[in-house]
């Protein structure tokens, strides 16, 4: 039988706890056994927090469940997209958008990455304290917006994309809180904000999307193979709504989980500098001199990989859904159809069982022989099975190549007197006011503090 969680209220259930301190909250959950019960509102729902048993849900009953709650709150946003979408019609878009993720392709990525991570390297000044947050997030939606819709975007585009996704991301956290307290129907001005976000978004992607489907150019970016790609079966391609739906994914979910890791990974750099004298002696001797990183460099960047993997594991998502369609059974549990199922990443990426002192930013954890001693679903930020992320080789590699682009040229100190903040977005927790001082390589060693820019 499973235990039921502590804190529940009257009619609304658990929603407080999860509301107020989310984190918390599925962190404790995790001394209560491997299945917990918790009220969403007055519908129960189950935790699992076995990496043994979320295997067995996302791998060997990944055809009896579907997304969940969450998605069903993502819809007006991502549509039918990849991350939505279900059954036979999930398995045909995975299938076109694949080849968009595949090793060759992703070199012709390399380049556009690259260039925005130069870009932000030479907005930095010596010796001059910056809330270096900001600039990930601009160096990552450029980055992504690149490798997406090469340089048709524009400069208002990708301005429309900084102002909005903000917006929509605590948008979300928002509607899913709402949601368990039946209030995500209420015309809020924060529900008035996020809808007028989404709209634009949504308006810059598809616009940019009809000005492709006139373009006969050879781009080497994912747009362009998404118009390009047909189903084997019946030589279709996507509808026009299909294509925004899926760019629209591909754009959060990169933009979300990147810029997260990216203040994740610098944090760590600030508070372990011995890992970034690893960095700097990697980078050293494969670049040789370089500040620019190229596809063929990526191979020998092992050390700044697990840097990435490290922080991918801290900024992962905080909470995800499934749904039972068919009965099943974890632990000795029946679970009903319709039953809403929970888990955390963030909790199991954090468990000291397979992760002994969890927050110690520790790139090693990925050196594979510590990758076999923990079982498969004990990291969890990118999924498993027939539902993994799509973009995790985009992902990871993306980040390799800011870190290794900006370490290449700077040295970054935490400013003592100026702690970080975290915050959960709806996807993520997300380190903020990360205030660093940039020491250039080539300068002086001695930093001065100074306020930030735009503080």
């Known amino acids: 039988m499973a235990v039921e969680a502590a804190g529940r209220w009257p009619l609304i ?4 706890p999860i509301a107020v301190k989310p984190l918390d909250f599925l962190t404790a959950q995790r001394a209560c056994g491997p299945i917990v019960r918790v009220h969403l509102g007055r519908r129960p729902a189950y935790i699992i927090n076995d990496p043994e048993l979320l295997q067995q849900m996302l791998t060997v009953d990944a ?11 993502l819809r007006p946003l991502l549509g039918n997209g990849l991350l939505n979408s279900e059954g036979a019609f999930h398995m045909r878009q995975r299938r076109l958008i694949q080849p968009a993720f595949h090793r060759k392709q992703m070199e012709r990525y390399v380049e556009s990455v ?3 991570a130069q870009a932000a390297s030479a907005k930095l000044k010596h010796n001059q304290a910056v809330r270096l947050e900001r600039e990930i997030s601009s160096m990552v939606i450029g980055s992504n917006t690149m490798a997406l819709f090469s ?14 996704l903000p917006q929509v991301l605590d948008g979300t956290f928002r509607r899913l809180i709402a949601s368990m307290v039946y209030l995500d129907w209420v015309p809020t001005r924060a529900a008035r904000r996020f809808n007028a976000a989404v709209a634009d978004i949504q308006q810059v992607v598809r616009e940019i999307i009809r000005s492709f489907a006139d373009d006969t150019g050879n781009r080497a970016d994912l747009v362009s193979m998404l118009l390009a790609a047909r189903d084997e079966e019946n030589g279709q391609g996507m509808t026009e709504e ?18 997260g890791a990216m203040n994740f990974a610098f944090d760590g750099l600030g508070r372990a500098p011995h890992v970034q004298e690893r960095i700097h002696e990697e980078l050293d001797r494969v670049l040789a001199g370089r500040t620019s990183v190229q596809a063929e460099d990526l191979s020998r960047l092992d050390y700044t990989r697990r840097v990435a993997m490290e922080a991918a594991r801290l900024a992962s998502p905080w909470l995800l859904t499934r749904r039972a369609e068919e009965p099943l059974e974890f632990a000795g549990v029946p679970i009903p159809v ?8 963030f909790a199991m ?29 004990a990291m969890i930020s990118f999924g498993m099975g027939r539902r993994q992320c799509v973009g995790e080789s985009f992902a990871i590699t993306a980040m390799t190549i800011h870190l290794a682009t900006l370490c ?8 003592a007197d100026r702690p970080t903040r975290r915050t959960v977005t709806a996807g993520i927790e997300r380190t903020v006011e990360l205030t660093m001082i940039a020491t250039s390589r080539t300068g002086a060693v001695q930093p001065a503090r100074q306020q930030p820019r735009g503080a």
């Open 13 to 16: 259930g658990h929603a407080v």
């Open 63 to 73: 055809g009896k469940i579907s997304k969940g709650l969450l998605f069903d709150k």
């Open 242 to 259: 299909q294509l925004v739906d899926e760019v629209m994914t591909l754009l959060m979910a990169a933009t979300d989980t990147t810029t």
């Open 349 to 377: 990426n954090r468990d000291p069982r397979f992760y002994p002192d969890p927050e110690r930013f520790d790139p090693d954890r990925w050196l594979p022989e510590q990758v076999k001693l923990r079982p498969r679903g």
């Open 338 to 345: 319709g039953t809403d199922l929970i888990f955390s990443p």
């Open 114 to 116: 690259a260039a925005e």
């Open 408 to 415: 290449s040229n700077w040295t970054f100190h935490a400013v």
């Open 151 to 164: 340089s048709a975007i524009g400069d208002h585009g990708v301005k429309a994309i900084q102002r909005c």
